[in-house]
């Protein structure tokens, strides 16, 4: 009965009788009988474990979630595209220069974004870096677009809205972007791709959503109604930061508690800025800046466009939200081609190819160009 004594320290309780009561075949066929009950619930287990849900072979764990949908809030924002220039337009009455130089302001919070990440892990609000910044976002981007469908009558209210909405948009989105930033370090170029892929392919899907009913809620209901339906997709951000799985940050139990006369504050914000200053300075980094620099400086033409297709050749709101959509859909297909077949290829090609064929590179972020 030796080989049976081994078997009755396990946890094992209703057949501890029975092993010392049979002989040894019997005690070898139940451990058998015991191991393949392990195998197949692990197996099970196995299994269970691979069927998570993924969108581009990303596990849609909390945190991808959030991300995910932050970036489809930035693609359905798109609503208010067509309602703001006809707003500027047609109840403003402004000319193509001023519509210019009004929607030109949503593009100042973008030149700063360096500056929101540093705010955001330098200065926790109420413990937290990432999920009170998110909160705060889609706030202040619902109170925009709340101003714009109740009160804003002029340019400059009008302006000074478009500036609030896309600081809260740009804000977001670097918090996102350091998310996946955490999650992309030490990761293959094709995990890297995978993140980007499902970042800007929400980003694609919730323009799609909204492209063709940017036009046709405008002819149904005016500008105004879709200002106010737009007032209610930057919430979807603040309700997804209950997602992000972060840590309470210790010290920071009640309030905000800004230190900003911190002696230490000050020590870790130069460090900081040093720090920024090095990576800027980095070849790898200073380059594509340089090139997104130049390709941004490029003179644009979209309010002059915008005037030409609706004053000379009369293209209706609903016309130009299903060219919107055209265009969504070719982004997305754009996500799904580098998803499936580019993630692996060296991003120096896909850049050549790009500039040659003039493909769209949506899903390529500077945080892979150094993989």
């Known amino acids: 009965m030796s080989g049976v ?19 040894n075949g019997d005690s070898l066929a139940i451990e058998m009988e015991q191991e393949t009950s392990t195998s197949t619930s692990s197996g099970g287990s196995s299994r269970k474990k691979n069927s998570r849900l993924k969108c581009f072979g990303v596990d ?14 930035q693609g359905v924002l798109g609503l208010a595209r067509l309602a703001v220039s006809f707003y500027l ?15 030109g302001f949503s593009a100042l919070p973008w030149l700063v974004k360096p500056l929101y990440g540093f705010i955001s892990d330098s200065i926790p609000l109420f413990g937290y870096r990432r999920r009170s910044y998110l909160v705060l976002s889609g706030l202040l981007g619902a109170l925009s677009w709340s101003l714009m469908a109740t009160f804003v009558d002029s340019k400059y209210g009008a302006a000074c809205c478009i500036l609030l909405g896309s600081f809260s948009v740009a804000f977001s989105d670097v918090v996102v972007d350091s998310m996946v930033v955490e999650r992309s370090r030490g990761e293959s170029q094709s995990v890297s791709g995978s993140l980007q892929s499902l970042c800007w392919g929400s980003s694609a899907f919730g323009g799609i959503v ?3 009913f940017s036009g046709s809620l405008v002819d149904a209901y ?13 919430l979807i951000t ?31 914000s130069k460090e900081n800025i040093i720090q920024l200053w090095n990576a800027v300075r ?30 000379k050749l009369g293209f209706t709101p609903e016309f130009l939200g299903r060219v919107k959509l055209v265009t969504s859909v070719a982004s997305l297909a754009g ?32 945080t892979v160009w150094n993989k």
Not at 223 to 234: E, I, K, N, Q, S
Not at 244 to 254: D, F, L, P, T
């Open 5 to 23: 004594l081994p078997l009755s320290s396990r946890e094992d309780e209703p057949f501890i009788g029975a092993r010392n009561s049979a002989g």
């Open 60 to 73: 849609l764990s909390p945190d991808n979630v959030a991300v995910a949908m932050v970036y489809f809030v």
């Open 89 to 103: 337009k047609d109840d403003l009455h402004l000319d193509p220069a001023e519509t210019a130089v009004v929607t």
């Open 210 to 212: 909204s492209s063709y």
């Open 222 to 234: 005016g500008v105004r109604f879709v200002f106010g339906v737009t007032a209610l997709l930057p």
């Open 238 to 268: 603040s309700a997804v930061a209950v997602l992000v799985k972060e840590q309470r940050v210790i010290g920071q139990a009640r309030g905000p508690n800004v230190p900003l006369g911190n002696s230490s504050f000050l020590k870790s």
């Open 282 to 311: 980095q070849p790898n980094v200073f380059l594509p800046t340089v090139f997104i620099f130049l390709w941004q400086a490029t003179p644009q033409s979209d309010s002059a466009m915008f005037f030409f297709t609706t004053n």
């Open 335 to 366: 996500v799904g081609l580098y998803n499936g077949f580019l993630k692996n290829v060296p991003l120096r090609k896909i850049f050549l190819a790009t500039t040659v064929t003039g493909l769209s590179c949506h899903g390529i972020e500077p």
